[in-house]
């Protein structure tokens, strides 16, 4: 077994990594898990990348590029100069296939020879393959704009950017979780990302991205909030089209003559007809006391990527590292943001650079930092994207708009890491993470689409509620980005009115699920899991706070393949919900903590009270506390003063232990040794709302 280390909560915990025939969690088995949405991380370790494919020796020099493969939405041209007919629509034919590859996108580098030589072109030869390259996006409805320009052997070779345009139920839709430490800048940069207007020092931007009045008073974030930037097929962003063509500083110079950046600014609707991609930026909490808000957003909202802002002032933080730890662990892609870089001394911010770059270096992280500070880091960038351990570095001030223009570049390069289309033919399913009511509307629960269409007037089964029951809902509208519509597809945030429920009988963990699925809440579940920290050890009866996707509940340990457990040790381990069953399927990725101690696991298995009895899935803890004195057992003994008892007809006599699978009556339930399993029979309505939970 080889020893590594994984970084969490500023705790270094070593990691066993084990083969899959031994039973245990490992990176291959965490791959290899069913109900692919519910674990969207795939690594990418077998592209054919090296380290050095990442880290040049001089990236300005570069005068190679990799050698040009068949698959995939890249594609290298040396000339593009008056084709003739025939080639042009074998060109046409050969663009339409790397489109189709990168999902409407593609990327084409003209200058560079098939073997990835930088050869160049003259102003001429370039200007003409452009123009070349413009008619052929045009013929397939798409456009091409210029991302990079650089110097080749011979002359400029330029990257350029060819995206479709797509309907309004098509558009690319990518999650990005924004989190980090308190005080690092997190809403500031939303609210400048999505509004334009830089901010003024004291939290001007970050108005619009707050939800409560304390969050406006205080500054913090206490709530998980949604806000959305647009790109359209030349990579501007539709939120502010009056800033289009501008630089930040430009934008800088030009803000004492705007009297209201929000009155210029789009709404979510105009957003959404002008755009072919959209982000979709969730606010994570960063103080240490909504910590259970933040791992809820990471693993509720199922996020394509993980935007870790550190500030430059105040170095790599305890917090930081839990956020860093909580990426690594749910295999969620990251970029960095060193924020504030305009109020931060120089050897302060160096130190910063050095902390979280050493960090990324780690064993048990095996990341790749790459700081990005010109163009030709950026092509590097987007070479390597699709890579996992391939973690991009931007440094920026959200007042000054240094680095601004690099990070937006960046974020119109993305592509979805969760392929969604997958779950489109199954059953409809909703995780719902908030609801609230409207007057004149009625009671309406927001959430994440993991599965299936769902469509107004459909009928839906929700639940579970305290009992494990679903009940029959009707869909009375849809809302989806601020606007009505008729359904809503696979990666969707949306909301959905339901026709006369109340409000009372929902709650955060709960689901809408197709009535054909046939859902069933489970008390109990066995998950593979390893302990990222822990002070001691673990052992049965140890009771873990359980977050998966939205739903978080106390879950008691009844059963487990070792005797304990201690920090970087997995295994198999059956646990029970206190309060009441949750709907919860095999490959959900689970998160457990308590206090300082913190894991993760892949559920493998799931059951209901009726199959826990009937098949004894935990035959150490049953038969322990289910043991019942036999005949044998409570006989009186001949040396005891009572030996002479009364004669009288013999006592039936229960048996000892559960047999698994045997068909035989229920043992006797006796008042002072009740089966564990019993006494949540009747769950107690004021428990299991508990607000504790």
């Known amino acids: 077994m080889a020893a590594t280390e994984t970084l969490l909560g500023g705790k270094l915990a070593k990691e066993m990594s084990v083969s899959e025939s031994s039973g245990k969690l490992d990176e291959k088995t965490t791959r290899c898990v069913p109900t692919s949405h519910y674990v969207p991380r795939t690594t990418t370790e077998s592209s054919g990348c090296s380290d050095t494919t990442f880290l040049g020796d001089s990236i300005e020099s570069l005068q190679h590029l990799e050698q040009e493969v068949e698959e995939g939405n890249v594609e290298y041209k040396l000339m593009l100069v008056n084709p003739s007919p025939e080639r042009l629509v074998r060109l046409i034919s ?18 560079v020879e098939d073997n990835g030589y930088l050869y160049g072109l003259t102003d001429e030869q370039m200007s003409a393959s452009l123009a070349t390259l413009t008619a052929m996006a045009k013929d397939l409805q798409a456009e091409a704009s210029i ?9 400029k070779v330029c990257q350029v950017l060819v995206r479709q345009m797509r309907d309004a139920d098509k558009i690319r839709n990518i999650r990005v979780a924004v989190c980090g430490n308190v005080d690092s800048g997190k809403s500031t940069l939303i609210g400048v990302l999505t509004t334009g207007e830089l901010d003024n020092g004291r939290g001007r931007a970050r108005v619009n991205v707050f939800v409560h009045k304390h969050e406006v008073e205080c500054g913090r974030t206490s709530a998980v909030s949604e806000q959305i930037v647009g790109f359209d097929t030349k990579g501007n962003v539709t939120n502010y089209t009056f800033l289009h063509g501008s630089t930040w500083s430009e934008i800088a110079d030009r803000s004492c003559k705007i009297l209201s950046f929000f009155d210029l600014a789009s709404t979510w609707s105009e957003i959404t007809d002008r755009s072919c991609k959209i982000l979709s930026f969730f606010d994570l909490a960063g103080h240490e006391k909504y910590l259970k808000t933040t791992i809820g957003g990471m693993t509720g ?11 430059a002032n105040m170095g790599v933080t305890r917090m930081t590292k839990e956020h860093l730890g909580l990426a690594l662990a749910l295999r969620i892609p990251l970029i960095v943001v060193i924020t504030k870089i305009d109020m931060c001394p120089e050897h302060v911010y160096k130190e910063t650079v050095a902390t979280i770059t050493r960090l990324l270096k780690l064993r048990g992280v095996r990341k790749l930092p790459f700081l990005v500070k010109d163009e030709d880091n950026l092509a590097t960038c987007l070479k390597n994207i699709e890579n996992d351990r391939f973690v991009p570095m931007f440094e920026l001030s959200s007042v000054t708009g240094d680095g601004l223009d690099l990070l937006r570049k960046h974020l ?12 489109e033919d199954e059953y409809g399913e909703l995780l719902i993470d908030s609801n609230f009511f409207v007057t004149g509307v009625g009671t309406v629960v927001a959430g994440t689409v993991t599965a299936g269409i ?22 009375k509208s849809i809302h ?8 809503v597809a696979p990666g969707d945030s949306a909301g959905l009115c339901l026709k006369k429920v109340k409000r009372s009988m929902i709650r955060k963990g709960m689901v809408l699920v197709h009535p054909d699925a046939r859902p069933t809440a489970s008390w109990s579940f066995k998950a593979r899991i390893r302990v990222l920290y822990h002070s001691t050890t673990i052992q049965l009866k140890y009771q873990p706070v359980i977050q998966c996707l939205t739903m978080r509940q106390t879950a008691e340990i009844v059963a487990m393949d070792r005797e304990v457990l201690r920090t970087g040790d997995t295994a198999l381990v059956s646990f029970r919900f206190v309060y009441r069953p949750e709907f919860i399927k095999p490959g959900m990725r689970l998160v457990f903590r308590e206090g300082r101690c913190k894991g993760i696991g892949i559920v493998d298995s799931c059951y209901t009270d009726k199959e826990l009895r009937e098949e004894t899935l935990f035959p150490r803890r049953l038969a322990t506390r289910a043991t019942v004195p036999s005949a044998a057992s409570t006989e009186p003994s ?14 039936p006599q229960p048996s000892k232990t559960i047999a698994s699978g045997a068909a035989q009556a229920p043992p006797i339930r006796v008042r002072s040794q009740r089966l564990p399993l019993d006494e949540f029979d009747k769950p107690d309505r004021k428990r299991m709302y508990s607000s504790n939970m």
Request: overall charge positive; glycine content about 12%; aromatic content about 6%.
């Open 301 to 311: 909202h199922l996020p394509d990527y993980c935007m870790l802002l550190i500030g």
């Open 412 to 423: 119109n390069f993305l592509t979805p890491r969760i392929q969604w289309s997958e779950s």
């Open 94 to 111: 050969q663009l339409k296939w790397r489109l189709s590859e990168g999902d409407g996108e593609a990327i084409y580098e003209l200058g």
């Open 147 to 155: 991302l990079t320009t650089r110097h080749g052997k011979h002359g």
């Open 454 to 475: 769902i469509e107004t007037g459909q009928k839906m089964l929700m639940g579970p509620d305290g009992n494990g029951r679903f009940r029959m809902v009707q869909i």
């Open 638 to 651: 001949c040396s005891s003063p009572h030996a002479a008892a009364a004669p009288g007809p013999a006592a």
């Open 480 to 487: 989806k980005r601020r606007q009505p519509v008729k359904s």
